[in-house]
């Protein structure tokens, strides 16, 4: 059993339909530590999450990076959504920039308590956010030793920000054009063959199948 550790449902839908039935939810709001990229968070996450459950689980932390902005809003994209709505930031990034590509990037972090060839930490140790990423039970000396063992898959994507179209999918779908489409005017099947959780779900599945 693996615990794909989110509180987002839309998520989950498309990390069963990629890695089967063996997958439930665990809905539980990790801490989110405040950093530029999303790896430190999603490896903080998996080491909290699973000393909460004692059991496998993989965090999933994604975002929307627009270039004309410098990557906006990026690690802050749940925060962006609820606060100025996916709408607004259309119309952003149409009105002020000329150039309106964007990424969406999704981090997997698998923890399940083992030993295994776990990726380097995403950070410099040096690093105040490496150190919280490490987890509460790192030591200030020796963190790496001590901190759970994770394995980070990545997963990218580049479109385009356009006016929404489209009724499938969640979040920013909408307005996130790929070859034609917007993520909203694709089927499940469709955007996990593309999208940004789909590729990061295909590294992870060959992994976890080897293991
Ligand atoms: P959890 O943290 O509980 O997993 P969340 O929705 O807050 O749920 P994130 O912190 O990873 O997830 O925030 C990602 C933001 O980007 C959030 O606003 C999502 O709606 C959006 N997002 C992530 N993946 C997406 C996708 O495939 N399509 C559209 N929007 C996406």
Redesign the pocket.
Known sequence: MLRY????A??VR?AREYLGDAVTQLNF??T?VQAADLAPIAAYGAREAYRHADEPVL??????FVYGFDGFPGPY??F???TLGVEAVRRLVTSELDDTSAE?R?VLAYCDGEAFDASPDPVDRDDRVAAAAAGPDAGEEGAEADALPVKLFEGVVRGDIVEARGDG?????PI?EYDGST?AEMGPDE?NAI???GRALEKFGEWFQER
Do not use: Q
């Not at 550790?5 to 987002?8: K, L």
């Not at 999918?169 to 779908?173: A, S, T």
């Open positions: 550790v989110t509180t987002n839309g998520k498309e709001d990790y989110e965090v999933d932390d994604a975002g929307l994209s749940a962006v959504e609820d969406f999704c999918g969640f979040g920013y779908d996130f993520f955007k999208s940004h959780r």
